[in-house]
């Protein structure tokens, strides 16, 4: 198993990636801080390049590969979001990228994801989706790039964490949405570098659980199938890397129906005037729905993207009941 990132490779990711990648902001919410009955602030990698927090992964990976790796290419298999990191990063440094997204995935992000450079196959599950892109790599001598479970894809996530803490000075805890487990191991095991006692809790959909069962069964598991409007959180495994970081420095991870996830879209939409997709939602579900332990200090809740279609976010509202219209954050 590859080993987990020391501090060094984070350090190093940052210096890697600044220049080219946003550092979003923190911004506080009186609406949420007031429903939750502490001060909730919100990491907004909505506002990242390519919309999500995946970039910074993407871009760390693949700024470490050798001459003959960009000239051959890479591929990788995701719901959008990855999908779309890896084609801007494999653009700005000149190499080709193909993505395998399920026959189901957003027509917004594959639209995104060609329109940043790459070749976009749709296939399949999500599980089908990701032993073609396995295939591929091997049948074109392609470098995978693995959604989450790999060391650089962690280090680069775990920026996120060092921002948060370095912009909210004191104890606080960190709520973050899991799909295959690379950006919850990333900001966690920043936290458990940079500030130890930091709580890092882990928010998953009930229909795509495979981080909870994972910790319940004692190690990485596959799913046979998910099911949750969340596509970002829709993995169909938790990466085994990314468990043995989860197992060691985070507190919970806790689930969230589908409904909740809806209702905190409508609440972070019409309070702090923040596009936040389903994937990012779930952290602040698992606030709204008071699944997060009271502590000291602030919560940071990380709001991971911010791609969804019109079309989508359309059908999912009105189902949702936003609780009243706000004047902002």
């Known amino acids: 198993m590859p080993s987990i990132p ?22 506080s919410s009186g609406a949420l801080s007031e429903r939750i009955g502490r001060p909730v602030l919100l990491k907004c990698e909505n506002l990242q390049k390519t919309g999500s927090f995946k970039v910074r992964g993407a871009l760390n990976m693949i700024s470490e590969m050798s001459a003959d790796e960009r000239a ?28 395998v997204m399920n026959a189901r995935a957003s027509p917004a992000k594959t639209r995104a994801s060609e329109g940043y450079g790459a070749e976009v196959i749709l296939h399949g599950t999500a599980g089908e989706a990701f032993e073609l892109s396995l295939a591929l790599a091997e049948e074109r ?14 280090a680069g996530s775990a920026t996120l964490g060092i921002e948060i803490l370095e912009d909210v ?107 936040a997709e389903p994937a990012a939602a779930a952290s602040v579900a698992a606030l709204l729905a008071g699944k997060i332990p009271r502590d000291e200090g602030p919560v940071v809740a990380v709001l991971s993207g911010g791609n969804i279609d019109l079309e989508r976010l359309a059908e999912l509202l009105p189902h949702a009941e936003p609780h009243a219209e706000g004047e902002g954050h």
């Open 169 to 275: 000075p004191g104890p606080c805890t960190l709520v973050v949405p899991i799909g295959g487990g690379g950006l919850i191991s990333g900001v966690s095991l920043a936290a458990a570098l940079v500030r130890p006692g930091t709580k890092v809790f882990g928010v998953e959909p009930e229909g795509a659980c495979a981080m909870r069962q994972s910790l319940t069964k004692g190690e990485a598991v596959h799913l046979d199938s998910v099911d949750t409007i969340a596509d970002g959180l829709a993995a169909p495994m938790a990466g085994k890397l990314n468990f043995e970081i989860v197992e060691k420095f985070v507190e919970d991870v806790v689930l969230v129906s589908d409904t909740e996830i809806q209702e905190a879209m409508a609440f972070v939409l019409a309070r702090t005037k923040l596009l």
């Open 72 to 99: 051959r290419g890479v591929v990788t298999v995701s719901a959008g979001n990855h999908a779309q990191a890896v084609a801007w990063a494999a653009t700005k440094v000149g190499m080709p990228a193909t993505v």
């Open 141 to 154: 001598e392609l470098t995978f790039v693995h959604p989450f479970d790999d060391p650089r894809i962690v």
């Open 6 to 27: 020391e501090r060094r490779d984070i350090e190093a990711a940052q210096v890697r990636i600044a220049p080219s990648v946003h550092r979003t902001p923190v911004v």
